[in-house]
């Protein structure tokens, strides 16, 4: 089992940049492929990033390419997206969720995650 902490959240200037992190406990952090998912108010939690054991693939949805990048230190049991160009309509709630897994592939949805942080609320206002 994994425990993960996000932060890195706040109150950020539409054109403004965030750096999130996720902190996970565990010895076998490199073992577990992670995503970013946000959940805007009122709407579904939805796809932002995910990222392979090694860190060597990574996955955007299409709407995301360009702004969002998702990387990884496994030496320090930590992901991290960085967010740049923010705008409104990024105004969620951020999760980052882990996945034990020997699979290869996107992890884009909400369900292929068996953990899950409690969440950083990012706020961009215009």
């Known amino acids: 089992q994994v425990q993960l902490v996000e932060s890195g959240g706040g109150l950020v200037q539409a054109g403004g940049s965030l750096r999130l992190s996720c902190a996970a406990d565990?010895?076998?952090?490199?073992?577990?492929?992670m995503g970013w998912f946000r959940q805007p108010p009122g709407k579904e939690r939805e796809f932002v990033a995910s990222?392979?054991?090694?860190?060597?693939?990574?996955y955007y949805p299409d709407s995301g390419k360009g702004r969002f990048t998702i990387s990884r230190d496994n030496a320090k049991n930590t992901v991290y997206l960085q967010m740049n160009s923010l705008k409104p309509e990024d105004t969620a709630v951020y999760y980052c969720?882990?996945?034990?897994?020997?699979?290869?592939?996107?992890?884009?949805?909400?369900?292929?995650?068996?953990?899950w942080g409690q969440g950083t609320q990012v706020t961009v206002s215009s």
């Open positions: 565990g010895r076998i952090f490199s073992s577990y492929n």
């Open positions: 969720a882990a996945v034990l897994t020997g699979r290869v592939g996107r992890f884009d949805r909400v369900g292929e995650y068996d953990y």
């Open positions: 990222i392979s054991r090694s860190g060597g693939s990574t």
